[in-house]
């Protein structure tokens, strides 16, 4: 089962090679997103990463939070998912 990771507090330079790189060493990434401005193309300086485990995740978490990059210390977290409430799921 895949599990995302987010990175935040990320430097606006930090390219996805960069996070393969890192995160490759925790485990088998199968994505990885760099959310950037609609207007700029510049990052926002986070990103969603998709392990492909949860150990896998549990281990770049650990590995990685408070990680310095580019004289930034990363922010990392295991994504929750969305439970939906009120509605019918079972059709």
């Known amino acids: 089962m895949e599990v995302q990771v987010s990175v935040r507090n990320l430097s606006r330079s930090t390219t996805q090679q960069q996070l393969s790189s890192l995160f ?38 650990s590995m990685f939070n408070s990680f310095i990059l580019d004289d930034h210390f990363l922010k990392v977290d295991l994504v929750r998912t969305r439970v939906l409430r009120g509605w019918n799921t079972n059709y």
Do not use: C, L, P, Y
């Open 24 to 61: 490759e060493q925790a485990g088998d990434v199968s994505a990885i997103r760099i959310i950037k401005d609609r207007k700029s193309g510049e990052s926002q300086g986070f990103a969603f990463i998709t392990m492909s485990a949860q150990s896998e995740a549990d281990k770049a978490v």
